[in-house]
T-cell receptor, first 112, second 115 residues
Framework: SQKIEQNSEALNIQEGKTATLTCNYTNYSPAYLQWYRQDPGRGPVFLLL?????KEKRKERLKVTFDTTLKQSLFHITASQPADSATYLCALSTGGGNKLTFGTGTQLKVEL | DAGVIQSPRHEVTEMGQEVTLRCKPISGHDYLFWYRQTMMRGLELLIY????????DSGMPEDRFSAKMPNASFSTLKIQPSEPRDSAVYFCASSLRGGSGNTIYFGEGSWLTVV
């Protein structure tokens, strides 16, 4: 069966450290993978998109990698800040490319 | 731009009642998506439209759910009759083109509680 797995347990890290979140998938061959941030009581907000032929994408303190052999994406936040605390969702293109299927998300807490 | 606008933000209703959720997508966006989010199942795609036409409704849980998009600036998701297991956050989202390679913009959600 098709699965998108993200760590269900919250990730707690200290301010200034690098946070690394994992997204693993099975039985998908996505052309794109996206990462979203969701704050409590709000809708998800787009952060980054990476294509299947790209290995890495950066945006300010964010970095995403995409390994189609391992079927895994890693999402890094460097020099993390308490304001980075949120739930982070990965999403894969599915169903012919017009649909995005989301993982269940990982909650990140950055502590002072 | 005002973003995707959803109403109501919160609704509490009794089992068996009809619920109508409303959405105004971002102007000019060709795609509109309805998602449902629960703790157990995460964010699930219910249905999406392209140029007001329903393309894929395979995520709609059952016949009690229906969605319409009468014009480019308005969509509804209706649940009739509602059941307690329908309690969730319902998100409407839109994108300029096909969802996977393009950014999807979400509304703030409609929090539905069925008692």
């Amino acid at each position: 069966s098709q699965k998108i797995e993200q760590n269900s347990e919250a990730l707690n890290i200290q301010e200034g450290k690098t946070a690394t979140l994992t997204c693993n998938y099975t039985n998908y061959s996505p052309a794109y993978l996206q990462w979203y941030r969701q704050d409590p009581g709000r809708g998800p907000v787009f952060l980054l998109l990476i294509r299947e032929n790209e290995k890495e994408k950066r945006k300010e303190r964010l970095k995403v990698t995409f390994d189609t052999t391992l079927k895994q994406s890693l999402f890094h936040i460097t020099a993390s800040q308490p304001a980075d605390s949120a739930t982070y969702l990965c999403a894969l293109s599915t169903g012919g490319g017009n649909k995005l299927t989301f993982g269940t998300g990982t909650q990140l807490k950055v502590e002072l | 731009d005002a973003g995707v606008i959803q109403s109501p933000r919160h609704e509490v209703t009794e089992m068996g009642q009809e619920v109508t959720l409303r959405c105004k997508p971002i102007s000019g966006h060709d795609y509109l998506f309805w998602y449902r989010q629960t703790m157990m199942r995460g964010l699930e795609l219910l249905i999406y439209f392209n140029n007001n036409v329903p393309i894929d409704d395979s995520g709609m849980p059952e016949d009690r759910f229906s969605a319409k998009m009468p014009n480019a600036s308005f969509s509804t998701l209706k649940i009739q009759p509602s059941e307690p297991r329908d309690s969730a956050v319902y998100f409407c989202a839109s994108s300029l083109r096909g969802g996977s390679g393009n950014t999807i913009y979400f509304g703030e959600g409609s929090w539905l509680t069925v008692v």
